[in-house]
């Protein structure tokens, strides 16, 4: 004997939402998970911990969820109390629990109960009581389908855990194929459902038929058509039928704003999240309806995250400047990054201020951003005076806490004068840094030439109390070509107990290879290999252009050193046989052209293994016999 068909259409599943294919498939089916036999080789000591550790455990889970379970129906049990208070006509047994008021329905007439499910769907958490008071009405009291039992059916819907889009999609193709006549009503609460559960068929097919029946969508349903588009990621036609919205006269209410700012704030759109957010303060009653200060924080955080400035600088004037916004310290400092960026120094100095105020310890970055942008207004006095108060509060500066003010400087000499004069004025009232110091003395090397800036150095004693640093020294040697004033410098470094460093040997090599008397350069060249840190040594070498300086040299005067050089340089990486190669040649063009002796041949310079004659005396010969093999 066949068994009879089980027909799931929309109307018996919204009647019996509890029952579902999973759940038949457990009551005829076999069981899925089937009792497995107990152990026989496990001992019976082992199977009672294991059932008491069990026991405890399912103990432990029933008393952690049963509290959870009685306390959130408490609160449902309160909020329907709340809910059958605002609707006194109607019996409280029908805002009680689904079990509670179905032995109750025979005492309550018919007409009270549409009532009820007029009111019901428009609440919360009442999908399933909805869905048994129309079960009960079409079974026991014999009402036939009509737009009201649909309507309240498909309103039942828009639950966001027991609603469905397709479900109203199939009860509106029911009530068609029953000839149950719509309703704008019904139209309505489709559109309440598409809000919440996103459909864009059954989105486009209800506005397709309210067109065709002159229905015109209300206030509420261009929200939940909006709403819906929000949803369904369509955010350039939900923002179109925002702006239709706006046109008509038709007060938007203010949630639907901040669901926007929500959204594209978190997407991204920040230019069109500071249209809507200014639209809305026009508008909008700032007294009776003010923007919350969560949405306050919430655009702040993405508009810093992004350093979109105008935004940063609307919130800032609006909510935190009154006080109303007190953001955290990486907001802040997110904010001081954009403000450096835009030039802004009130907006700036108002970021600093108030990381002060709660006293948290200012760092490095949080002056440079301001010292970006007094040198981006050319204001550099109090770029100057920052790099004073960064002094004063113990912060190791450099040059690079000094490039933006370069920057300006390097463009005007005539700006480089006055940054000297106001060195001389501000180490009245300040200790002026080195690095200060030195910024003023690299632009003035710029434009003026190495032996004005070496007659600026003379003054560093007056300027700086501390003296000079590393870096004073590097800025002068860099342009440095001269013995004398490289020796003189170097005196000066042994003066005020400054140990040089790798870039310190590395121009004063570079010097002494342009001198006559090259011999310095090997004596420093030794001393920057024989440096050590800690104990140990550090390996130090010269740089590819000093290498190459002291090797034309080397190559000029004959010196046989140059192999060592060239050997040292191969075994560090440093590629320097093509130039090693042309200066080769270019000594013996200029050897030619001189009328030089031909027995010095330079042709055979691609050999690996030098061919060279050393001089047999005692005492070191650094002249070369022959210059083949060096390459």
């Not at 709660?358 to 050319?378: C, F, N, P, V």
Request: some cysteine; hydrophobic content about 35%; overall charge neutral.
């Amino acid at each position: 004997m066949r068994k009879e068909r089980i027909v799931i259409d929309g109307l018996w599943r919204c009647l019996c939402p509890s029952a579902d294919i999973s759940t038949l498939s457990k009551l005829i089916g076999t069981p899925l998970n089937p009792r497995q036999r107990p152990n026989i080789h496990q001992s019976s000591i082992t199977q009672a911990a294991d059932r008491d550790g069990r026991r405890e455990y399912h103990r432990a889970v029933g008393r952690t969820h049963s509290g959870r379970a009685h306390e959130v129906k408490r609160s449902r049990t309160e909020y329907l109390k709340r809910l059958a208070k605002r609707s006194p006509w109607i019996p409280g047994a029908l805002f009680g629990d689904v079990n509670t008021f179905a032995t109750k329905l025979d005492e309550i007439p018919t007409k009270t109960i549409y009532a009820a499910l007029k009111e019901l769907p428009r609440a919360s958490g009442t999908h399933l009581s909805v869905v048994k008071l129309v079960e009960y009405l079409v079974k026991e009291r014999k009402e036939k389908p009509n737009a009201l039992l649909y309507e309240s059916l498909i309103r039942a819907n828009v639950d966001r855990f027991h609603g469905s889009a397709e479900v109203a999609g199939q009860l509106l193709k029911e009530m068609e194929k029953l000839g149950v006549p719509t309703t704008p009503q019904i139209y309505q609460a489709l559109l309440e459902v598409t809000a919440v559960h996103p459909d864009y068929v059954l989105r486009n097919t209800v506005l397709f038929e309210m067109k065709n029946r002159w229905y015109s969508p209300t206030a509420d349903d261009s929200v939940n058509i909006i709403l819906g588009l929000l949803r369904d990621n369509q955010y350039e036609l939900a923002l179109e039928k925002l702006e239709e919205l706006h046109k008509d006269p038709i007060p938007v209410p203010s949630w639907l704003y901040d669901i926007f700012l929500y959204t594209f704030g978190d997407l991204g759109f920040h230019e069109e999240a500071l249209s809507i957010l200014k639209h809305r303060q026009n508008i909008a009653n700032i007294t009776q309806e003010p923007l919350s200060l969560n949405a306050w924080q919430f655009l702040l955080d993405v508009y810093s995250r992004d350093a979109f400035y105008e935004g940063i600088k609307y919130i800032w004037d609006r909510s935190v400047s009154p006080g109303y916004l007190n953001p955290p310290d990486g907001v802040i400092t997110s904010i001081l990054n954009a403000a450096s960026n835009h030039t802004d120094a009130a907006l700036a100095i108002g970021a600093i201020q108030m990381l002060s105020d709660r006293g948290k310890k200012l760092e490095m970055h949080h002056y440079e951003a301001l010292i970006d942008i007094h040198s981006q207004q050319k204001d550099l006095r109090k770029a100057i005076t920052t790099l004073c108060i960064m002094a004063k509060a113990d912060m190791r500066l450099d040059l690079s806490s000094t490039r933006s003010i370069f920057r300006v400087l390097s463009e005007s000499s005539s700006e480089t004068d006055k940054a000297l004069e106001t060195l001389n004025e501000l180490r009245v009232h300040y200790q002026v840094p080195s690095a200060a110091f030195n910024v003023v003395l690299e632009a003035t090397e710029l434009h003026h030439g190495f032996k004005v800036a070496l007659d600026m150095y003379r003054s560093v004693r007056q300027i700086c109390s501390d003296g000079p640093d590393l870096e004073t020294y590097h800025i002068l040697l860099k342009h440095c070509t001269m013995k004398k004033s490289m020796n003189f410098l170097f005196a000066e470094m042994e003066l005020f107990s400054i140990e040089p460093n790798r870039t310190t040997y590395d121009h004063l090599i570079r010097i002494s290879s342009m001198q006559d008397n090259y011999e310095q350069a090997f004596q420093f060249l030794e001393k920057m290999r024989r440096s050590k840190s800690a104990g140990l040594p550090n390996g130090w070498w010269m740089s590819r252009d000093s290498a190459l300086a002291l090797i034309r040299r080397c190559i000029q005067a004959e010196d046989i050193r140059v192999q060592e050089l060239i050997k040292e340089c191969r075994e560090r990486g440093m590629g320097i046989d093509a130039e090693v190669q042309q200066l080769l040649n270019t000594v013996q063009g200029q050897k030619e052209l001189a009328g030089m002796d031909s027995s010095i041949p330079v042709e055979g310079a691609s050999s690996t293994e030098p061919v060279t004659n050393i001089s047999s005396e005692g005492g070191p010969n650094h002249r070369l016999g022959t210059i083949s093999g060096w390459a």
